[in-house]
């Protein structure tokens, strides 16, 4: 069986690192005592995955680790041991057991909802009046980072969503293994759009708050529910 366990990354721990979180996890599993299963080789790991990377310096409100068990444990046990070996600031809310056979998260996984909340309160006015404009191009190409190096891409396709209210800006972009939207590609995209100078820092506080995938029908559903 494997055990999927929804947890945060909290402000408090924001700045650390995906390998950080991974080490994280994998000593709370041991500390828990949970019969979790190793892989074999000479050098042993426990068997657990996530669904998806968080950047460092973003918080994340129901990330989803995928733990693979040597032996039947109720997700209640699960929950309740992991909150105790786990730190504060990376608490479990909820925890699911499922077959052996349950696809991989990350082959599930359509798309990430965030909040990003701006620090400038003039800045966050350009920005929100800015979406329209900019959702109503043809394409909207902004840089993005690749292994090969910068290009530019039309990130519109990729966005299933986006609105502001005050000072935030909430947004459900497309998170797959072959095309995804990352928040920053937005922020670039509505300064752009807003003619505030490439030189000028947008302070923002980025939040992923729920990881989505499709049900049957093609409609986009909490992940951790499929």
């Known amino acids: 069986m494997r055990m999927l366990g929804v947890f945060q990354k909290s402000e408090r721990v924001r700045h ?16 828990s005592g949970l019969p979790v299963a190793y892989s ?10 996530f669904a998806s990377a968080l950047s460092t310096g973003a918080c994340g409100r129901r990330e989803i680790m995928d733990v693979k068990m ?3 444990v109720s997700a209640e046990v699960f929950l309740n041991r992991m909150n105790l070996a786990m730190p504060p600031e990376m608490q479990l809310s909820e925890a699911r057991a499922v077959d052996d056979r349950h696809p991989a998260l990350m082959a ?3 798309a990430g909802m965030y909040e990003m909340i701006l620090r400038d309160k003039d800045q966050a006015q350009k920005l929100i009046s ?3 404009p900019m ?9 993005r980072k690749t292994k090969s190096g910068i290009r ?5 396709p990729l966005i299933f969503s986006l609105r502001g209210e005050e000072s935030t800006l909430f947004a459900t972009l497309m998170l797959t293994e072959r095309e995804s939207c990352k928040p920053a590609m937005i922020l670039d995209g509505l300064k752009k759009e807003a003619g505030i100078p490439e030189e000028e820092e947008i302070r923002t506080l ?9 049900d049957l029908e093609g409609n986009l559903k909490p992940l951790e529910t499929l």
């Open 16 to 31: 650390i690192g995906h390998l950080d979180i991974q080490r994280a996890v994998q000593r709370g599993l041991r500390r």
């Open 40 to 49: 074999n080789g000479f050098n042993p790991h426990i068997l657990v995955t």
């Open 70 to 72: 040597a032996e039947e």
């Open 108 to 110: 599930s996984l359509r």
């Open 130 to 132: 800015s979406i329209e």
């Open 135 to 143: 959702m109503g191009r043809e394409e909207i190409r902004v840089p």
């Open 152 to 156: 530019e891409v039309d990130m519109k």
């Open 206 to 214: 980025i939040v992923r708050t729920q990881l989505l995938g499709e």
